[in-house]
């Protein structure tokens, strides 16, 4: 019986997301400016965790969406992140990677990603919107840790499974809307990715530009994850803008 109820649940969420899908063929492409305050710490091999003093960074993302009519299959949208971290801790004492560090190091923390989103418009009309899917997250940063005269440098280039949601919030006839996106990790339940702010749009006659603020945070709290142990946050405000062609 569950199963039963589960299958017509999908059903009647697919059907709704057909008929309010795109007419034609769309693309949104934008880009945000993300003045991000940068915390955490990683793991030294003897799994103490070692705490830095990160420098303040402007980080960035740029994405691709691609909407179309075709009843079932989802839509896709590729979201580039760019989140790096420099930090200084004094006099430190422990070993990473095989190496002892007994003197003042740096740590850049390069946790750049790529999301592909799988996406189905649940619901699209001036007053609500909303998206409901499945993102993958491939991470392809690094851990590099140096003193003076020594560096020593991991890989962070594995996955993770991710659910995502979108949903805006319009004011008709203004162009106003307040807008949230989710991503939550699944195999990584402790990783997340969400921004909430408000946009504005203008109708253009070739294209629709929105302009977008708000507020973006990114947690990477892992255990073993492409053999590091890691808790790191970037958070702050952003601006961007989007394009609807």
Known sequence: MKKTLLATALLGMLSVSSAHAATVVGFKVGGDYWDADTSGSFNSDDGVAQTYNYESKSQGSLWI???????????????????????????????????????????????????????????????VALDLGAAYKQMHGSLRVQDPGHPEEVDVDSGIVMVYASAEVGVPGLGLYAFADVMLGVDETSVYDYNAGLGWKFDGTALDTAVRVGYREFNFDVDDFSSTTQNMTFKGAFAGVELTF
């Open 65 to 127: 969406a691609i909407e179309h009519p075709i009843p079932l299959v989802p839509n896709i949208k590729i979201r580039e992140n760019r989140l790096e971290g420099k930090g200084s801790q004094v006099g430190s004492n422990f070993m990473f990677n095989g190496h002892q560090f007994e003197s003042d190091t740096t740590v850049y923390n390069d946790l750049s990603n790529t999301d592909f989103v799988l996406y189905y418009e649940i619901l699209d009309n001036d007053l």
